[in-house]
């Protein structure tokens, strides 16, 4: 099992610091965190670390290769639960995830639901959720298998934040062989689950692991929020059972994971933690 770093680091700077930063803490694997259609004015005058999904696949990895790294995954986290908009990164923003993917030679594109912002979608039935994120998916993951490339759903919302949310999606969609799960380890903690449990439960599909430890003061959040973008403590100082995730899933199929954690002490320290169960 390999750690690898997200390349949003540092603020206001492009992918390329963000990269720099990444395989100067020693690092060997990282993935393309955030990305956006087209052109945007933040990576032109050099303060946003995104890359486009519009542009060439080889560019794209050549910055990753400028740095000795591997690129292990391409983020495509979304918003599938609101009105379809072209304002609202979705179906097609994950389908062309997908082709960058391709491209770059990456075998996994990591989504989800994420949470509403509408009153619309905070107001769908549970049946209503699953079946408006499984039909935002349907095209995607076909596509997926037609390129060679896995879509891995992660704990990210009301629903992927739960072993029933999780496999409802799955059997909405017919459970496709090339779609599987990101493990996050915070985020399935913050939104209620066991996140021992949920590895238990999807472990045949858990392919990618998002690595992040929670402090002992979120307790008040759990069920109350759906996904952060980064743990504020090092693995192994907060209340998820960081070892216990690791025991289940180390001979499992994943090969590649990503720390998520904020600062860069706590970022080298939670490597050290890893690397004392096992981890690469």
């Known amino acids: 099992m390999k750690v690898g770093c997200f390349a949003l680091v540092d603020p206001f700077s492009l992918l390329d610091h963000q990269l720099m930063r990444v395989a100067g803490m020693g690092f060997k694997y990282a993935d393309v965190t955030d990305n956006h259609q087209g052109g945007i004015l933040g990576r032109e005058f050099g303060f946003t670390a995104t890359a486009s999904l519009d542009d ?14 591997t690129c292990t995954s391409v983020c495509a986290h979304a918003n599938l639960l609101d009105p379809s908009s072209p304002a609202r990164y979705a179906t097609d923003e994950i ?49 997926a298998a037609h390129y060679g490339v896995r ?12 072993i029933e949310g999780l496999q409802a999606i799955f059997d ?67 209340v998820i059972d960081i070892a216990g995730v690791f025991d289940v899933l180390k001979d499992g199929a994943v090969e590649y994971t990503t720390l998520e954690v904020g600062g860069d002490e706590n970022m080298l320290k939670s490597y050290e933690y890893l690397k004392s169960l096992g981890a690469e």
């Open 56 to 69: 060439n696949p080889r560019d794209v990895l050549d910055q990753f290769e400028k740095h000795g790294l």
């Open 95 to 143: 389908m062309k995830a997908v082709r960058l993917a391709a491209g770059m030679g990456v075998k996994d594109v990591i989504t989800t639901e994420g949470d509403p912002k509408s009153e619309w979608g905070h107001n769908l039935s549970w049946e209503e959720k699953v079946f408006v994120t499984a039909e935002k998916l349907v095209e995607p993951v076909r596509l």
């Open 172 to 238: 909405r969609l017919g459970n496709p062989p090339n779609l599987g799960v990101n493990m996050d380890t915070g985020n399935s903690w913050l939104g209620g689950a066991d996140p021992v449990e949920m590895a238990k439960a999807f472990k045949d599909k858990i392919w990618h692991i998002h690595w992040k430890d929670l402090p002992a003061d979120w307790e008040e959040k759990r069920g109350t929020m759906y996904g952060c973008g980064f743990g504020p403590i090092a693995l192994g100082e907060g």
């Open 151 to 162: 879509i891995l759903l992660e704990p990210h919302g009301v629903l992927t934040d739960s």
